[in-house]
């Protein structure tokens, strides 16, 4: 099988795990637990490409219909 | 009803225990009968009067409270033998097969026992649910052998090893034998009874390490032929003395052997649990489950502090209260019973019988029988419609209602009591119109209006008022229902009792005085399927006795006149009316959420009646157009002393500083537009508020499309758009009154040169119809990609007569002219279409089933009248016809089978968009928008952080965009020139 890189791929938003205090300010500025952010499993593909841990947020980035681009936040599961 | 309020902090759902169920039982129920002759209840009968009291009169037997305030108390029926609840059925099923037949623990190994205690407790600690955990435990406990009975197993199947080689070696050997080597064997075989005996006396091996036990016997053993394998010779005594040790553990080892195999359990529904081949009793299946260790009830899914699995298997049965069951007297001084009575008497009967049976020694079968039956009753008794059983039926044939139908589905206690109720102060009718009336209005008839009311507090500043209303009384329309004093205690307002009531009031009564004009009720038509289906209105009490509404209203709550019901809400309290007034009024949901345009809005003869007045070459004398203005609510504008066009008079609704450019629905979609110089007064131009060019139509203020009344709403709020609704309505009106409007078959009436032209023009497309099939036949006909020969065909065949259709259309169109009235209501969208109208004069044109020409019928032809095979257009549903000359019967047949398949469609969908609606209404009905703009659920759990990722709202947003730049540029520049 070929191997591919899913990062690549025109449908696979731009995902980027945040750093410790980035998360704090992302946190602080939606007033938010980590807990209530939406969530994404740590055996997700791109998850995995990317080595997101337990834990980690990650900050996706996608385009958008209505708002051209759109970020959004989610919290690494096991 | 009054009573103590208490915060529930907590809720636990379990089983009750044949002790819990005693307990709470006012008396055993032992007779079947529920009255004797005299009518009183049987004591220790179904109606006993220990169960509570329904007869406000009387008092309990039990609490001591009067009939109404006594909510009942339970009954119990001892069971003369065990009987599995239907409801549990299914748990009963998977707790069997997970668990060992032989010594009931789970069938899990040690360790994976471990991983998932862990893994329950923490979902515990954490409140999550445990269900998937449980699911998995399932599957993987569906073992054929247990690991508990089976290792015990193995060192039974040494000690026969053990035995087997002993007894050949002493063959071989003989009987000499050392007293050093006897002693040695002595000392092993003494050993080993003390392993085994230790082992018997830890009884179940469950609070050591049993492994290790285990261990040390089978290795004892070992040990031991080790030792017999050694020895040179031996005697009879000691090899006696070896197989008697042996012996027992022997035996013991060849029946664990046996019994470790677990036979598959299966259910056959809904109650009968079959181990292989035998059918396991009721009493087994409790026994097997009182075997299951109490660590062990996580595993399968049991909290044991409140619950035990042998409680699924009942042994004693709660009989609910007499207020759950309530008997009925009829008219003729019969009484009726409630179905749970009926199925309790049938209950009692079967038990009394079996227990008779089990006592007088009758022999198994007949035991067997009752045994099953009575399992029966109890099985409908709680589901009468469970799968496999014959539904208990009433003696009229009836299915009985009992316990789970009560609750089940959209007729049940749920849906039906609890998640909705029937309201007080509401009111239903037949709708009807009322182009007089506002918007905002709703008119009520005044017999409603005198039935349901308003409370009022009585003040110093509305005594005198609040007199007059209790003076008319409640027949009178401004008149009172009732008055409730200070204390509470409610007084109808009779005749009889008005006086009184006149000298007692005084402020801090309360009136409930009739519904009256102004007042802001909630207006319903269902399926309420949107925000706009539920809007508050200002009540306007009329004659007759339907609700009348303004005919704008209509399409957002989608309600015709063709005998249309509506709901009417009267609110009860000052804070509902402010609030109801400030976000449902009807003017504040002109705008849809939907499309973020206006969802209220003219319809059909406003639209018409809008065109007329403002076509080019529309002109009315002055006079008329007084009259106009007066009828439409409009401030009398200035004389001009000349005749006004109508499009002067449509600027009187605008708002001075208005403007905007738009292509009306007249539009004709020119290649190339003239823009200004339109020769369809399509182009529209409005400089200051005035009319400068165009006709009005739906593009104007039709509801979904109003482009005129959209800009209303969002440059001038809601209360101007609600004006200019009104008054651009009957000013429409007005219009059309004033030139008059009628349609008949007449107007879609063409010439006989048309006529001939179409009739031309359809048999050219039949003849190429034919060729295309010649085609085919000779295998001419080239394939389309990805298509075989015959969809080919098939598609050539539908682009041929769809052209016919619409050409045939096109040339009855180019004699239909602006003077036509009902091409005027296709082309400015006020009803129909141009193809209803080509249908009607030119062409019906293909029918379809199935989104393909039609070819189902009989074999391989669509009717007997055509060969088989055929493919012709007249043979597959094309209606050549027009409706106005009629169908031939042939066309008819087919034009009634796509008929047909489209009002099937419609109906399945509904159905479908329903269920599917429901299903997401129940998933998204509490999240919100927070004011960081953050979507959450009632857990502050974030579902987008930004509504829509845009933040729009729709109903604020230009048809769905944020803004339409192209619009607003042309509108600036318009203002530009007029400012010049």
């Known amino acids: 099988m070929v191997k591919k890189d899913i990062l690549k791929h025109k449908l696979v938003p731009d995902h980027v795990v945040l750093k410790k205090n980035q998360i704090v300010k992302v946190l602080k500025a939606m007033e938010v637990h980590p807990e209530q952010l939406p969530k994404i499993k740590l055996d997700d593909p791109v998850v995995k490409a990317i080595g997101a841990k337990e834990g980690d947020v990650i900050k996706i980035t996608r385009n958008s219909q209505t708002a051209g681009k759109f970020v959004s936040y989610r919290l690494v599961l096991g | 009803m009054t009573g103590i309020i208490k915060k529930i902090a907590q809720i636990n759902f379990g089983l009750l225990s044949p002790e819990n169920i005693r307990n709470m039982s006012v008396t055993k129920i032992v007779t079947p009968d529920t009255y004797d002759e005299d009518g009183y209840p049987i004591e220790a009968g179904l109606m006993d009067p220990r169960l509570g009291v329904i007869d406000p009169g009387l008092r309990c037997r039990s609490c001591g409270s009067k009939g109404g305030d006594c909510q009942g108390h339970f009954g119990h029926i001892n069971l003369a033998r065990p009987i599995i609840h239907v409801g549990f059925a299914d748990t009963i099923h998977k707790i069997l097969r997970s668990t060992c037949s032989s010594c009931g623990k789970v069938l899990l190994t040690d360790s994976e026992k471990e991983f998932y205690m862990g893994k329950i407790e923490a979902r515990i600690k954490n409140e999550e649910s445990i269900t998937d955990i449980i699911k998995d435990i399932y599957t993987l406990a569906r073992r054929d052998d247990c690991p508990h009975c089976q290792q015990e197993a193995e060192i039974r199947k040494n000690a026969e090893f053990m035995i087997q080689n002993s007894e050949e070696i002493l063959e071989e050997i003989g009987p000499d034998l050392d007293a050093d080597t006897k002693k040695k064997i002595e000392d092993k075989v003494q050993k080993l009874v003390e392993l085994e005996e230790k082992r018997v006396s830890s009884g179940e091996m469950d609070d050591m390490e049993p492994n290790a036990d285990i261990n040390a016997i089978k290795d004892a053993t070992e040990e031991l032929i080790k030792v017999v394998k050694d020895i040179k010779g031996q005697n009879d005594e000691v090899t006696k003395e070896l197989q008697e040790l042996v012996e027992p553990i022997y035996q013991e080892a060849k029946r664990a052997q046996q019994r470790t195999i677990q036979e598959d359990i299966k259910i056959d529904k809904p109650v009968s649990l079959v181990e292989g081949n035998y059918k396991l009793t009721p009493s087994e299946v409790r026994e097997w489950l009182e075997k299951i260790p109490e660590d062990d009830y996580y595993l399968v899914g049991i909290n044991p502090k409140i619950a035990k699995p042998e409680w699924m298997v009942l042994t004693v049965l709660p009989v609910p209260p007499v207020t759950v069951r309530p008997s009925i007297t009829l008219e003729t001084g019969e009484r009726s019973e409630d179905d749970l009575t009926h199925k309790l008497v049938d209950i009692l009967r079967i038990n009394q019988r079996l227990k008779e049976n089990m006592e007088a020694g009758a022999p198994q079968l007949i035991v067997e029988d009752l045994w099953e039956l009575l399992q029966y009753h109890v099985t409908t008794y709680f589901d009468n419609e469970a799968s496999g059983v014959p539904p208990a039926r009433h003696r009229s044939g009836r299915p009985l209602k009992t316990l789970a139908q009560r609750l089940k589905g959209k007729e049940g206690r749920f849906r039906s009591n609890l998640s909705g109720k029937r309201v007080n102060f509401s009111a239903r009718t037949v709708i009807s119109p009322d182009p007089n009336i506002s918007i905002n209005e709703v008119g009520v008839p005044e017999m409603i209006a005198t039935e349901v009311t308003v409370p009022v507090y009585v003040t110093e500043w509305n005594i005198e008022q609040m007199k007059k209303y209790i003076e008319n009384g409640s027949k009178i329309h401004p008149g009172a229902n009732y008055v409730i004093r200070p204390d509470e205690r409610k007084i109808r307002v009779y005749d009889e009792t008005k006086e009184s009531i006149l000298e007692k009031i005084e402020p801090g009564y309360v009136v409930e005085r009739h519904l009256m004009d102004g007042d802001i009720v909630l207006f319903n038509r269902q399926p309420s399927l949107h925000r706009m289906s539920m ?71 406003h639209i018409s009646g809008g065109y007329l007045l403002t076509r080019d070459g529309s002109v009315f004398k002055e006079e008329d157009v007084f009259q106009m203005a007066q009828k439409s609510q409009l401030p009398m504008p200035e004389p001009k002393n000349r005749d006004w066009t109508g499009k002067e008079i449509f600027s009187l609704l605008l708002p001075n500083e208005l403007h905007m450019v738009y292509r009306a629905e007249i539009c004709r979609k020119c290649d190339e537009c003239l823009r200004e110089e339109c020769k369809n007064d399509a182009y529209v131009v409005i400089e200051n508020g005035e009319l400068k060019m165009g006709a009005i139509d739906e593009k104007a203020f039709g509801a979904f499309s109003g482009k005129i009344l959209d800009s209303v709403v969002k440059e001038y709020g809601t209360d101007r758009a609600r004006k200019f609704l009104d008054s651009a309505t009957k000013l429409s009106i007005s219009g059309i009154m004033k030139r008059g409007f009628t349609t008949s078959t007449a107007d879609e009436e063409i010439p006989r040169e048309a006529r001939d032209r179409i009739e031309e023009l359809l048999s050219n497309a039949e003849k190429k119809v034919e060729q295309l099939i010649e085609a085919y036949h000779n295998e001419e006909l080239e394939a389309l990609p990805g298509r075989s020969l015959r969809e080919t065909l098939e598609m050539k065949i539908m682009q041929v007569l769809g052209e016919a259709r619409d050409k045939s259309g096109e040339i009855a169109e180019s004699y239909f002219g602006m003077d036509n009235h009902a091409v005027i209501m296709a082309l400015t969208g006020a009803r129909g279409s141009m193809l209803n109208l080509t249908q009607i004069a030119a062409c019906v044109g293909q029918q379809s089933v199935r989104g393909g020409r039609i070819e189902r019928g009989y074999r391989n032809r669509t009717l007997p009248h055509f060969q088989e095979g055929e493919l012709g257009a007249k043979a597959s549903g094309f209606v050549h016809s027009s409706y106005k000359s009629g169908l031939d019967p042939l066309e008819f047949f087919f034009h009634a089978m796509g008929g047909r398949e489209g009002l099937v469609d419609t109906a399945i969908r509904t159905a479908q968009s329903g269920y599917m609606q429901r299903r997401l209404v129940n998933a998204l009905q509490d999240l919100n928008v927070n004011e960081d703009g953050t979507v959450r659920d009632n857990r502050g759990v974030v579902i987008q952080t930004r509504y829509g990722e845009d933040g729009i709202d729709p109903a604020k947003s230009d048809f769905g965009k944020v803004a339409d730049i192209d619009r607003l540029i042309e509108e600036m520049r318009i203002k530009a020139k007029a400012d010049k």
């Open chain 2, 535 to 605: 809007m508050a209105h200002e009540v306007k009490v009329l004659p007759h006795k339907t609700f009348r509404l303004n005919l704008c209203v209509c399409p957002p709550y989608n309600a015709d006149f063709d005998g249309d019901e509506m709901n009417m809400h009267v609110f009860q309290t000052e804070e509902s009316r402010a609030e109801a007034k400030s976000l449902m009024r009807v003017q504040e949901h002109i705008l849809s959420p939907r499309f973020g345009g206006p969802i209220i809005g003219g319809i059909h003869d």
